[in-house]
């Protein structure tokens, strides 16, 4: 060890610290000097080549200390293990420097010499030293090492390195310090990052340069590939909506597990638990508990959605489809939510007020033209369904058929309103066949009008505080007839993508979740 690199003033006082029994253990040692372990078992080492004990080395004097320390210095250089280490180290540098050998295997060599010798971590510091004594490259004994930075890359390096963006700060790191010698374990232990990352970026690095380093997070999709994951995610969606007993599954929810189980019988090809909680997190599904029901459990689910899809997808010109829901009953007062305000500003709604009326707004959203009738309603029942039906009736008198689509609401399956339709469609050609398309039980995620109520909501309702019920039926039949407008201009264009506020695009999918999970 060179005698530049020994503090005496340290050696000494590791000395007093065994001297005086305060040694507990070597982590305590280093930390009470603020050195290494490492240098701390060498420092005993040499103290005990010293000849004497901890005690008497405490007692000597400064310049006697160092002269005890580079007396045994002296001593273990001159041994006969390091005169035949410096025999091997200029043959072990040639061999790195031209790729014919590595490090491991001329220590091995070095230690069938010499069992005795030295370790593995000595072996390697000796030829550090002596390769810095010489003026020779640092030649690396591992291919994880970075040789060469291009001029081009330090300036940027460098910013990357004083940059706020923990990535750029962790590459930066990675290729200056390993340039620099830093091992591989050094690197791991500062950035927190596992060998193979590491590994990674020098690899890429090497071959690329900063360019390689740059897009490494990024992961190229082919379109076959997304497609793929679509459908995958599409049909996990769809399961989910399902009861889990369709599926031959002994289980009241679903698990992750349950559903590659189900996934894998009715695809016939594996997916992976981390795959399905990805897809599922992606859709903002989540496990916990919560009062709307993600599943449906009508015996009769497949049958009514096979239904449902074979109508939409023979759907002709001269035959219309309806999504019929109520919205409400909502009372007209001051109304919380998301809004924009000034930093430091609070909004704030009281918790008790005073109602200035209440609203039920019943609506059909016609599918194929994306067009909203609605009306409002004192209650919920089956007269108000009929009402509704004579409406459609006269502004689709033109059509063929008339189909009705609408939840197991009480209102939506009475026989008044069966007789109803009965009697429509024995009246021959005066009006439009009506045929009733039910949805299954506790499927308000296939309710396609519900992505539209959530839109309203958001945009009329949400933040609202209007003075009278007139004045909250104006703001709701302006923003349908806004809509309405819009979609008979560009019929091709869909909900969100025009409107920004609902939910999904109002198109019947088995996939879809319409129902806005912060409006009950």
Partial sequence: MPARRISAFKVKGLAEIYANGNATTISHVARSLGISRSSVRRYCAYIRECGISFREFACLTSKKARAALK????????SERYLTLLSLLPDVHRGLYEGTSNLKSSWEKYRQRHPEGYRYSRFVAHL????????LPLISCTPWRIDQIRDTDASEL?????SNDRSEWAKAVVILDSFAGVSISALCAKLEKSPRIIKKWITCYNQKSIDGIRYTEKKYRSPERVAEIKRKRDRIIEILHE??????????????GSLSSAYEKSIGEPIGKSTISEYVRAERYSFRKARRVLTSPDPNYREKLRDIT???????ENEKFFSIDEFGPFSVKMQPG???????????VPQRQRSKGRLILTGALELSTNQLTHFYSEKKDTEEMIRLLDMLLLQYSGQACLYLSWDAASWHVSEKLSERVSVINNLGNKFPMVKLAPLPSSAQFLNVIESVFSGLARAVIHNSDYESVDECKEAIDIYFAERNAAYK??????????????????????SNNCKDRNWR
């Fill in 71 to 78: 007396h045994s210095y002296l001593q273990e250089n001159c």
């Fill in 128 to 135: 550090r030293r002596w390769q810095s004594d010489q003026k």
């Fill in 158 to 162: 460098k910013k990357w390195r004083r």
């Fill in 243 to 256: 009861s889990p007993r369709l599926h031959g599954i002994n289980r009241a929810s679903w698990s992750l």
């Fill in 310 to 316: 074979n109508i939409l997808s023979n759907l002709r």
């Fill in 338 to 348: 998301r809004s924009l305000v000034q930093k430091g500003t609070t909004r704030v």
């Fill in 489 to 510: 201009k560009n019929p091709r264009r869909a909900g969100k993508k025009i409107w920004g506020a609902e939910l999904v695009e109002p198109r019947f999918s088995p």
